[in-house]
């Protein structure tokens, strides 16, 4: 589901018209490891990207399972950069700011997450091996096109822009 940053999103796979965009920060593991505590968390981060966490909100729904609704293909735009962690130093302090067509849809620390990293980190390697080169999306701050009355799910021709401070911007068309 991986594509580029420039890369058309290619939102006619889903044939409801319900496709919504997620910014999301993602960790890039360094040294693997399982039952990762929080307060060794860090020491397990390489660095950090950014990923559009692309959904159709109708699939999601229908079925009750969040994967089919965000693993059609071409719905995990990544990029621009691969940051290492010490270049970006408190990832707590970085914003967000999410925009289609220019319009400010999304913005929030990493602070302001449900889950931060450390906790992230402990959940997922508890009997699970993490490898070096695996990613996790932290989740997305509020603001998505379905939290609108009515949504702003996106259309052909929209364009998404995600910024991370220190990380960079991750800039896809919708097709």
Same mark, same amino acid.
């Given at each position: 589901?991986?594509?580029?940053?420039?890369?058309?999103?290619?939102?006619?796979?889903?044939?409801?018209?319900?496709?919504?965009?997620?910014?999301?920060?993602?960790?890039?593991?360094?040294?693997?490891?399982?039952?990762? $505590?929080?307060?060794?968390?860090?020491?397990?981060?390489?660095?950090?990207?950014?990923?559009?966490?692309?959904? $159709?909100?109708?699939?999601?729904?229908?079925?009750?399972?969040?994967?089919?609704?965000? $693993?059609?293909?071409?719905?995990?735009?990544?990029?621009?950069?691969?940051?290492?962690?010490?270049?970006?130093?408190?990832?707590?302090?970085?914003?967000? *700011?999410?925009?289609?067509?220019? *319009?400010?849809?999304?913005?929030?620390?990493? #602070?302001?997450?449900?889950?931060?990293?450390?906790?992230?980190?402990?959940?997922? #390697?508890?009997?699970?091996?993490?490898?070096?080169?695996?990613?996790?999306?932290?989740?997305?701050? $509020?603001?998505?096109?379905?939290?609108?009355?009515?949504?702003?799910?996106?259309?052909?021709?929209?364009?998404?822009?995600?910024?991370?401070?220190?990380?960079?911007?991750?800039?896809?068309?919708?097709?």
């Amino acid at each position: 589901s991986v594509i580029g940053p420039g890369a058309t999103i290619p939102a006619h796979l889903d044939p409801t018209a319900s496709v919504d965009y997620e910014g999301e920060l993602t960790v890039v593991v360094g040294p693997g490891g399982r039952n990762i $505590s929080k307060a060794n968390a860090f020491k397990h981060v390489y660095g950090y990207t950014i990923i559009n966490d692309v959904t $159709s909100r109708t699939q999601q729904q229908r079925y009750g399972q969040w994967f089919l609704g965000k $693993s059609l293909d071409g719905f995990c735009p990544m990029g621009p950069w691969l940051v290492t962690a010490d270049e970006v130093g408190d990832v707590t302090e970085i914003g967000l *700011e999410t925009r289609v067509n220019g *319009e400010l849809r999304q913005k929030a620390k990493v #602070s302001d997450l449900i889950f931060d990293i450390p906790t992230l980190i402990e959940a997922i #390697s508890l009997g699970r091996t993490l490898e070096p080169g695996d990613l996790i999306a932290t989740g997305t701050p $509020s603001g998505v096109g379905l939290g609108f009355k009515p949504p702003k799910f996106l259309k052909k021709g929209d364009k998404v822009s995600i910024a991370f401070d220190r990380v960079g911007t991750l800039e896809n068309k919708v097709g």
